[in-house]
């Protein structure tokens, strides 16, 4: 069904709405299941966290370079099957998880990702608009009860992915003789090495080397055989099932304010007339001046005040994802309980993330958002404090699945919003705001997993909690603006 077509009713719009989520589903458990434990079954040499840190660099700058053109001038759903390939490619990596292969991989699904989170939330937006056509509701609160169910499909899936990797690793712990010889040695484990006081320092990682890494290469390749199959199955139903979204409308709302670029309007009506060879060599010159105006256009949007009021906020929030993917599965999961555990571990996170984003939203919606984020922003600082103050031993390691059930109730609130917020904000301009809240929490990652391997965890907790402290004040400023423009524009209205 192409945009500009008509939906019949909110039944019609839940049903294509319905495949767009089980692809992404089943995309997160393949893909998003690896990521959790990179940091830990390639902890030898930090190549795990080198190949995640290059994908979020990669796709960093492909999201400020190319992304916007991209967006523009080819059809969304194309961009989720690519994007969907781009993660299959760097499961398959993992077979062989040397620098030389892992790192390039990383770099292309860090292509795949800088396209992946925007067309996400334009499927998203662009579904719940048209279901907002059939009720009363306003459409900004519609965006954020899909929000909603966007996120909690996202974290359901990786709660089902991490418990079959749990399984998977689980499993082939208790079949092998010497994965029992290791867990009978894991007593003696020195915890006070881990958590806050965790450094990556060589001769510590070296040594313990047992809690991290299963001692069977199979039950590995097993795992990503499984996670594989999760990747190709979203691939089919994407190809047979998601709706196509008609980009051109699209790009003519983002870009009709723009000098200079009315040729690329009707050099984009023109490609679907045209081979692709004569398409390439007639317009090559005006993609790269629309190429350089989308350019320009979102490095406008970044420095526009009200874009940079909540920046810290999508950095914070890229910086915290991270953390919950790099630091708490090695520092936590894999140290104090072993690496069979990461996979459980990261699933009651994300069932409490996803409950928690689900209700977290649908109270949001009717009630506003400034008093809860208030109420998270304690939490998360109540947080930090705890584990900066925990002292871990053997009969308080259970707290360690408290801690993973804490970050999924607070990333419940903190990724949904912040992604809420740039839509709400930007109503015209919702494309190149997404594009930058992208970008943000693509930097938050690279950041994250790029110092992972040379700061104590404390320090990197000390980081967050000034960047948070920061990020509600900008965003206090931010919303105060908001509502005030929505009062003036509703009295121009009366």
Not at 222 to 229: E, Q
Not at 238 to 262: G, R, W
């Amino acid at each position: 069904m192409e945009d500009g077509m008509e939906y019949s009713s909110e039944k019609h719009v839940i049903r294509a709405f319905i495949p767009f989520l089980v692809s992404i589903a089943l995309i997160f458990s393949g893909f998003g299941v690896l990521l959790d434990l990179q940091t830990s079954i390639h902890i030898k040499n930090g190549v795990g966290a080198t190949a995640t840190c290059a994908s979020y660099i990669a796709s960093a700058i492909f999201g400020v370079t190319f992304t916007p053109i991209i967006l523009r001038k080819f059809e969304k759903k194309y961009l989720m099957q690519i994007t969907a390939f781009t993660c299959l490619i760097y499961i398959a990596a993992n077979y062989y998880p040397v620098s030389s292969v892992l790192i390039p991989a990383g770099v292309i699904v860090g292509f795949g990702e800088a396209l992946m989170w925007p067309v996400m939330s334009l499927y998203v937006t662009y579904f719940a608009t048209k279901f907002a056509q059939f009720g009363s509701k306003d459409t900004s609160d519609v965006i954020t009860e899909f929000t909603g169910y966007f996120f909690c499909s996202y974290q359901l899936s990786q709660t089902f992915g991490n418990l079959v990797s749990y399984a998977i690793l689980y499993a082939g712990k208790t079949i092998t003789d010497t994965d029992v010889n290791a867990f009978n040695k894991s007593a003696v484990v020195d915890l006070s090495i881990f958590g806050v006081n965790d450094c990556q320092y060589k001769n510590v990682t070296n040594a313990n080397m047992k809690q991290y890494v299963p001692h069977s290469k199979i039950v590995l390749y097993i795992m990503f055989a499984v996670l594989g199959f999760f990747v190709l199955s979203a691939i089919a139903i994407i190809t047979i099932f998601l709706n196509k979204i008609n980009s051109s409308l699209q790009a003519q709302n983002e870009i009709k304010d723009q000098a200079n670029i009315t040729f690329a309007v009707i050099s984009q009506k023109l490609t679907n007339q045209l081979p692709l060879y004569y398409n390439f060599v007639l317009y090559t010159q005006s993609s790269l001046k629309f190429m350089e105006a989308t350019m320009a256009a979102m490095l406008k949007h970044m420095v526009n005040p009200k874009q940079l009021l909540i920046t810290p906020f999508a950095l914070y929030s890229g910086l915290y994802m991270a953390f919950k993917f790099s630091e708490l599965p090695r520092a936590y999961s894999s140290c104090m309980l072993g690496v069979t555990q990461v996979g459980l571990c990261i699933a009651i996170s994300d069932t409490c993330n996803a409950l928690v984003s689900y209700f977290s939203c649908k109270l949001i919606s009717r009630i506003g958002r400034v008093g809860p984020i208030f109420v998270v922003f304690l939490l998360d600082i109540g947080n930090y404090i705890f584990l900066l103050n925990w002292v871990p031993t053997s009969s308080n390691k259970w707290l360690v699945y408290v801690i993973f059930a804490i970050f999924g109730c607070i990333d419940g609130v903190w990724n949904p919003q912040i992604n809420d917020i740039h839509g709400s904000h930007f109503p015209e301009n919702k494309e190149t705001a997404f594009m930058v809240w992208n970008f943000w929490i693509l930097v938050g990652f690279a950041i994250q997993f790029g110092w992972s391997t040379s700061l104590c965890v404390y320090l990197k907790i000390y980081v967050q909690i000034g960047l948070l402290c920061f990020s509600v004040v900008c965003y206090g400023i931010a919303e105060y603006r908001f509502i005030k423009e929505k009062k003036h524009a509703y009295e121009l209205i009366k």
